[in-house]
């Protein structure tokens, strides 16, 4: 069969997960499940695993290639604690609320190729949980060679913005259907936003926020009060169903 990534005739393996493997570890609860919460309503349910799907890609491709990005990017995002060559800035507003976080040092090639390939392989699933991640042929042809040939491209090239709901109690435990908004798509797995943006000219926050090629990024913080509505509407919905 053909690997989607390679594009040769390789054995395929059963299990290529989606959206990285690592990024549910924060997210599972006491019982090892998290919450999966679908677009109609909010309504949500308990699952065990993430989405994965079979016969995409070969093994050289799934751990060689795009499990290089991932075994980077899971440092940063999973880390406890800072990452060697990567500092932090915390910006406030003037009554002292933080506002966002600016990493510099980040490998550009790396993380960048790591976000690129969580779209591409929502893009090519034929699973319904991905059914608003959607690019067009081209794109997507345009996003397996840069992934492929380790070129990440411009930062212009599908920006990036991530968000971070710091004081929450529920979206920790979270995974969101990805949705479409604004051009663009957004995923939320574990109270972290990750909005990719499809179409030019791109609004000012994405083009200061996201990943720079001299491996600066800015992490925007929700507001309290957005996170609290948020999670409020989950409960009342559950309550609803209950």
């Given at each position: 069969m053909i690997c989607r990534l390679c594009l040769q005739n390789k054995q395929l393996i059963k299990k290529s997960h989606i959206i990285s493997n690592f990024l549910y570890s924060t997210i599972k609860d006491y019982d090892n499940s998290m919450l999966y919460v679908e677009k109609?309503?909010?309504?949500?349910?308990?699952?065990?695993?993430?989405?994965?799907?079979?016969?995409?890609?070969c093994a050289k491709c799934d751990n060689e290639i795009i499990g290089l990005y991932e075994l980077y990017a899971s440092q940063i995002i999973n880390s406890k604690s800072r990452v060697s060559g990567i500092n932090v800035n915390i910006y406030k507003n003037k009554y002292g609320v933080e506002q966002y976080?600016?990493?510099?040092?980040?490998?550009?090639?790396?993380?960048?190729?790591?976000?690129?390939?969580?779209?591409?392989?929502?893009?090519?699933?034929?699973?319904?949980?991905?059914?608003?991640?959607?690019?067009?042929?081209?794109?997507?042809?345009?996003?397996?060679?840069?992934?492929?040939?380790?070129?990440p491209g411009n930062p212009d090239d599908f920006p990036c913005t991530i968000s971070i709901a710091k004081n929450q109690r529920l979206l920790r435990y979270m995974i969101r259907q990805p949705l479409a908004v604004n051009n663009g798509c957004q995923f939320m797995i574990g109270g972290t936003f990750y909005f990719f943006q499809f179409k030019r000219p791109f609004p000012n926050f994405v083009t200061k926020s996201t990943l720079q090629k001299n491996g600066e990024m800015i992490i925007l913080f929700m507001s309290d009060d957005w996170v609290r509505k948020f999670e409020q509407q989950i409960v009342d919905n559950f309550s609803r169903d209950s």
């Open positions: 109609k309503n909010n309504k949500e349910k308990r699952i065990q695993t993430g989405e994965f799907e079979g016969n995409i890609l976080a600016k990493l510099i040092g980040v490998d550009y090639t790396k993380f960048k190729l790591f976000l690129l390939s969580i779209l591409w392989r929502a893009s090519i699933s034929k699973r319904d949980f991905f059914k608003e991640t959607k690019l067009n042929l081209e794109d997507e042809e345009r996003l397996r060679e840069m992934i492929f040939n380790k070129n």
